[in-house]
């Protein structure tokens, strides 16, 4: 196993009218494929936050934008895997029997991803398979090559089943869409997110820092797949998990505010980490 | 403050092909309004169970359906509140920086309380009206009126977007509807279920011993609504909480089965109650 | 794998003057080496109860014990293994570093486990042995050989040093010195009881239901060890867990409370389980 | 009420000659009396490090240190309240029945606070006076004539009865004796430690940037008591709480290493506040 050196943040630039309540989820997960090594949190001018973590485990920061512009700088260094994303193609499914109490949410629908509408869909497409990776690997081939990739075609609520119909999305979409299929297979699937340097990228895909990606319960544990790029990736960094977009929002904001610049950045750390903390 | 005992309980008489998981929510909260004095479960045949606490603090019970036919009896007696639903017209509406990091998420949309897509109608049936209790009073008022009350008109897939829409359901559709009003308006609302005890109902309802209420964070703590009664009840028993009915479902199977006979009972418990334990 | 049932359960008879807030951890984990088919609570008289996780995960029941005589019973039926304590010689001592963050509270001393006080007997008596699960065998070994078992040696108040120095216990001070041995030299120990039916005992000891024993965190998981009887036994339930006596017990009271009589019980079951639910 | 802002840290010098694992418990909570407004964690080297929450809710920071040396800055800004510790002489005791479950481990004795050995103390020097807010303090009065303070005189094993019996301690010993107290008349009390800027203090205390203090519920909620200053303090920002200072250490170390220079640093903010981020 190799390691990779990574530095991954976000800008934001806001503008608000009047205080806004405000919750980020932009810290990535201090315990799991990537080890933290530095970080930092910047805020102009200082407002007081918190921490709390979700329902799920999440880290999320709390704060209220203040009236007028605000902005929020926040930097980390992390020792990510230098690795491709685990492969292991005979990991296989778990009848619900098997399944751990806490991953059994898993497998209902949520607001995004309706299992439930998409269940005869599900069993059409992918019900005949034989169970395991390869099965999820034909759902992530399949939505893949359904959906075309498009900015600005889906909205806060468009659900996998839109997604189904129209055959267009970003990232998030095909995760949804990938999610609801697992899940009308009662296969546990879970939406997460993360920073994701470009590294290695084979073309066509432009680079991209900041990902939408899933995790599937195969062979009792949990495993990344990712229908939008749907080649196996280095250096993930995940930053939270829930049941889709909805739960796990980098940005939730509670009235009226402008973003006016978000940048998000995701490298491979070389000679410049000394400037991080 | 008076005190009141009821007995409460269920029955399940299942048929199924095949082994088939199964989790029970049926068992009352045992610190909240009510105080559990005793309980006891049964199943025939015998087969192992564990328990365990669900994303909401609800207490679960997983167990695998046998194939054929399998009962289980849960009764407990508890000591509930004799009052009427509290009452507190002073209680405010909070700013969202207000509101406690475990009640965020009641302010989220979720499978069946679509907020986003009621999120008009929110605003012009009650955005101008003064927050406050008065304003969740009024949305009860509303979603009592428009909804006519039928058995069998809402399925497993049903929003509140379409109860509104059809203006028919059952009691967890009047709580999905005034819920997702409440939360397009940022009003913390979660659903609720449990056992009520038929005391005292004024005409023209019916007896009904399990029901589907919703609760409204106000004045710093949840309240109890019930759009469907729409009036004050005594002794409601509360089995658990959570975002709508899709994840706080009484049963829920993986699986083919057969509910042949499903009975709840709540009952003001006079003599008879030594013979529960 | 071997299964096998058991009924096991206690019956307390108590006297109070006044009403005495008591805490009783006496119902076996859900989720574990076993599972469970059946359970019943009865008191006589009939009072108020609520259940709670401790800060471990164990499940407890408090309740007020009226002033006057008061008895509960409390009974279950599981599925617990037939076979013989885990045994596996080549689970390996791990770092401090590699130990999970919620078991790194069991390397901490304890009220009555001075890991600290008993740093000095620990490396010279355990110091120079290979680590791994012969030196947590070693321990018990020792433990088993320097303390006498005999009733009435041990008050609230005896820590694992007063035993070592004495040389005298019951099976609760057996499990607090080999913890405290095995904690000062950083392996993570943790006490657990339980219940344990008396099968296939050899001689000397005396059948005995309910036991205190202790487990080592070897090779990434947790291991049973029980210095007391020191050989592999069957069968056992295990209830709660935590870092010492003090903290899972079985009964704890809050005032003048007499107890007059408790029994435990724990038997292989036979035909007679029908009468259990 | 009236805040002010405090700029609070701690910088550590320490050499190993070997890996060493170590936890810090460093960072204020993030929400409580104080809010954050900003924080930077420096290591030099950098090392991976991940947070995690103990039992008790702190959070935790762990890593391991490198062989050879290392230092570690940490640094805050936070909002305080300005005001004098909240005095509420009214406030009163609870019986057990009316202490919620979460706080039951605080009348148990721990490692440090030997309540049980204390208990004849206790009783007689506290037992008969009034309950409620005066008798804590009136336990506040007697720890603070009783021990001498002196640097150097209590060790890692030092407990709240040998404190009682030499009548010389640090902040820390303060603490164990007046919540053994505490715990023995099942009053919950728990230790607290933080940061406390010296802002008008009354001689002839010296100025004390970090400090031990512990909390008493009384009343349905937690207030602070301090009975090694026993005067009333400004801008307390509280780190961590547990049940003694074994559970919760600024930094506890698991191996040989050297802390060669410690410094802790809490002042009120004034301009050059911007420096910070």
Known sequence: MTTMR??????????????????FMI??????AHVTLAERWETEPFVPFHDYLDIYGNSCRRLTLPAGTFSLRYDTLVEASGDLDPYEPTACEHPISEVPDDALVYTLPSRYCLSDMLFPQAIELFGGLAPGWSRVQAICDYVHEHIAFAYGTSTPVTTALDVFNSGTGVCRDYA???????????IPARYSFGYMPDIDVP?????????????????????????????????RVTIAR????????MLTTYGATSLQTM???????????????
Not at 27 to 32: C, K, L, S, V, Y
Not at 176 to 186: D, E, K, Q, T, V
Request: glycine fraction near 6%.
């Open 6 to 23: 990574v530095t991954a943040g976000a800008d934001f630039q806001m503008s608000s009218p009047a205080p806004t309540p405000a919750v």
């Open 27 to 32: 810290r990535p997960e201090t315990r799991g």
């Open 176 to 186: 949804h869409l990938a999610i609801s299929f697992c899940r009308a297979l009662n």
């Open 203 to 235: 073309p066509p895909y432009s680079p991209m820092d900041f990902c939408a990606w899933f995790e599937v319960y195969l062979g009792g544990r949990w495993w990344i797949f990712d229908a939008r790029n749907n080649v196996p990736r280095r250096a």
């Open 242 to 249: 829930g049941r889709d977009a909805l739960d796990v929002a």
């Open 263 to 277: 940048t998000v950045r995701a490298d491979r750390a070389e000679d410049h980490v000394r400037t991080l903390a």
